[in-house]
C-alpha cells in the first residue's frame, strides 16, 4: 500500500483558539528529503582552485559555492595543477582502473574456483 513507505506523527495545537490535532505524515527513508548533494564539474572545481591561486580567500569560495572548506581543500589536492583536459583524462582513467580491478577479482575468484575442483580427490 502507498501509505506503508510512510510513518505517522501526530502533530498537537495547544493554544486556546484553536485546539487541533494534525496527522502529518513523514517519508521513513528521511535522507531522501534532506538538500540534495550538490555535484561541481571538473570545469568548476579547476575554476575554484584558480580563483584561490590567484589570491582570493578560501572562505569566500566556499561561502559563494556552498561547500565546506574541508572539500575544498580535497579538491585542491587532487586536482592542484591540472588543466580541465587533464583532470577529465584523470578521471576516465579513474574509472577504467576501477573497471580492471573488478575484471581482475573475477578471474582471480574463477581461478581458485578451478583450483578447488581440481584438488578434490575422487
Not at 591561486?53 to 566556499?62: F, I, N, P, S
Request: glycine share 4%; net charge positive.
Amino acid at each position: 500500500m502507498f501509505f506503508e513507505r510512510f510513518t505517522a506523527c501526530i502533530s498537537i495545537d495547544l493554544s486556546p483558539k484553536f485546539k487541533t490535532m494534525k496527522l502529518m505524515r513523514f517519508p521513513i527513508n528521511w535522507s531522501q528529503w534532506r538538500s540534495q548533494k550538490k555535484r561541481y564539474t571538473e570545469e568548476q572545481i579547476i575554476k575554484a582552485i584558480k580563483q584561490h591561486e590567484a589570491g582570493k580567500k578560501v572562505e569566500d569560495l566556499c561561502r559563494e559555492m556552498g561547500i565546506p572548506s574541508g572539500t575544498f581543500y580535497n579538491w585542491r589536492s587532487k586536482y592542484a595543477g591540472l588543466e580541465v583536459n587533464e583532470a577529465k583524462r584523470l578521471k576516465e582513467l579513474e574509472a577504467e582502473n576501477n573497471r580492471l580491478k573488478k575484471m581482475l577479482a573475477d578471474k582471480m575468484l574463477q581461478v581458485e574456483a578451478m583450483k578447488d575442483v581440481l584438488l578434490i580427490k575422487w
